[in-house]
């Protein structure tokens, strides 16, 4: 299947079928990835009781967890819903945020995947280089190297983990194993406005909601953002009318 077929297949399924992808998230992010996801046509549902997450994920075509902003009964609850997607088959994409920066975000992200192995994982370099464990020169959530960098590392993490690894950046790498695509689109208005790489995660789990072949589906994820934002950023005056359109395109895109 050509890049442009599944780009075309991936966005239509979602349309048509609209998903249902469970969202273990963080505070800042919850109204903008459940937006997002809403106007690319899936249908989101953000549940992190611990009394619940087991029985949402049952019910759902796919799973993001999102460690953002982190509490003991949130970390409990990842965990209970990560281990019922492996046990369900279910596709699970995680977002270390912040990995590195401080010893219980980088032991928390180190638990979830010790004990349930995300098929994708989505990260910026920092955050991807730190679970590799080649640097620790994390800056809360913000990257500090540009995502060429960890190339490497997330080609190490990859084969380790045996699954798909994705760096945000100016140029997005989608690495499973020897198998590297790029993304170049994007606008540079998105590092301006707050989640949109968590926006970038749970549109990769709207994809492997539809998408089998989790590097396709992440090559199309990442690619949906890079449209959108290209798109978006021709009628924004800035990052505030920024998510306004981006949304829109979102919604319009086809």
């Known amino acids: 299947m050509s890049k442009t ?25 919850m109204n ?3 937006n997002a996801l809403l106007a690319v046509g899936a249908s989101p549902v953000m549940a992190h009781a611990i009394e619940e997450v087991e029985d949402i994920v049952s019910i759902s075509s796919s ?12 970390i409990d609850a990842m965990l209970l819903a990560a281990k019922k997607a492996k046990t369900l088959n ?13 010893k219980y975000r980088s032991e928390t992200a180190q638990r979830i995947i010790n004990e349930a192995t995300p098929d994708i994982i989505r990260g910026n370099a920092s955050e991807i280089m730190a679970l590799a464990q080649l640097t620790n020169s994390t800056k809360g959530v913000d990257s500090t190297v540009s995502s060429d960098t960890a190339v490497v590392a997330a080609e190490k993490l990859s084969k380790e983990l045996n699954n798909t690894i994705v760096i945000s950046g100016a140029t997005d790498y989608i690495v499973t194993g020897n198998t590297i695509d790029e993304v170049t689109d994007g606008s540079a208005l998105m590092p301006k406005v707050t989640g949109m790489g968590c926006t970038a995660t749970s549109i990769i789990g709207a994809c492997i909601a539809v998408e089998p072949n989790y590097h396709v589906a992440a090559t199309v994820g ?18 505030g009318s920024f998510q306004i359109h ?8 086809k």
Do not use: C, R
């Open 5 to 29: 077929n599944a780009f075309k297949n991936i966005l239509n399924s979602i349309k048509n079928t609209s998903p249902l992808v469970h969202n273990i998230t963080n505070y800042v992010v």
């Open 32 to 34: 903008n990835t459940a």
């Open 63 to 74: 799973l993001v967890i999102n460690m953002g902003t982190l509490s003991e009964k949130w």
């Open 90 to 102: 279910k596709p699970f994409v995680f977002d270390p945020v912040g990995v590195g920066a401080s």
């Open 222 to 239: 990442m690619q949906i953002m890079g449209k959108a934002g290209n798109l978006a950023e021709k009628s924004a005056e800035g990052p």
């Open 246 to 253: 981006f949304l829109d395109v979102l919604h319009q895109l």
